[in-house]
């Protein structure tokens, strides 16, 4: 199984004040985001998903990337939607915790 080191990394970031988010441009708040989902459990860490930005939308696609399902233990990608169903509800925890609604 490959690990993205990436996956570590991202609990070292520095977690933005709501002062500090609210003086971000677009892209960095929809990031921030993003990054706070990331932090959300994953079935053996594989962290299933992929963000895609839109700024003009003020949205984010999330996809399941199949490459990170387990054959050996997730023969249907059970597993990987429930982990992508974790990373939303953290995008939206803390897309909450800064006041966007």
Known sequence: MHTNKINYELWEKHLPTTDEFLKLTLSQKLETLAWLAHLA???HNTQ???????ENTFSITVALNKSSILPGSDVVG???????????????????GYGVT
Not at 81 to 91: D, G, H, L, P, R
């Open 41 to 43: 459990p994953s079935s």
């Open 78 to 96: 059970m597993q990987a939607v429930i982990s992508i169903v974790c990373a939303i509800e953290n995008f939206d925890t803390a897309a909450r």
């Open 48 to 54: 299933p998903w992929r963000f895609f930005c839109d």
